[in-house]
């Protein structure tokens, strides 16, 4: 159970290391540096995982107390990712 965890930890670790001895590196030691970037890195890194979290949790309560199908399921949140679609796309300008 643990093992996916210790395995991207490791791999974490092995990408910190050849990222610093790169001439150019994808993603810059300095980049974290930052306390309010790493508090707004944090913060979108706990809100996607409760919002992963709610929505397993309400597909699981949908199908298995409410009994609908898996496709009925889809269908109740093609709204809410049509919204956030459509939000993504007017917030990148």
């Keep these: 159970m643990l093992l996916p965890l210790l395995a ?3 791999l974490l ?3 910190a290391a050849v ?3 790169a001439a ?3 993603l810059p030691p300095d980049f974290l540096g930052d306390g309010r970037r790493a508090l707004g890195l944090a913060a979108i890194g706990v809100t996607a995982a409760g919002t992963a979290t709610v929505f ?3 597909s699981l309560a949908l ?3 409410r009994g609908w199908s898996p496709l009925l399921t889809s269908a109740a949140f093609a709204p809410f990712a049509a919204a956030l ?3 993504g796309r007017l917030a990148g300008p």
Aim: no cysteine; charged share 20%.
């Design 8 to 10: 991207g930890l490791v």
């Design 13 to 15: 670790v092995a990408f």
């Design 19 to 21: 990222e610093r001895r």
């Design 24 to 26: 150019d590196p994808l």
């Design 56 to 58: 397993v949790l309400l």
């Design 63 to 65: 199908q298995q107390q």
């Design 85 to 87: 679609l459509g939000a």
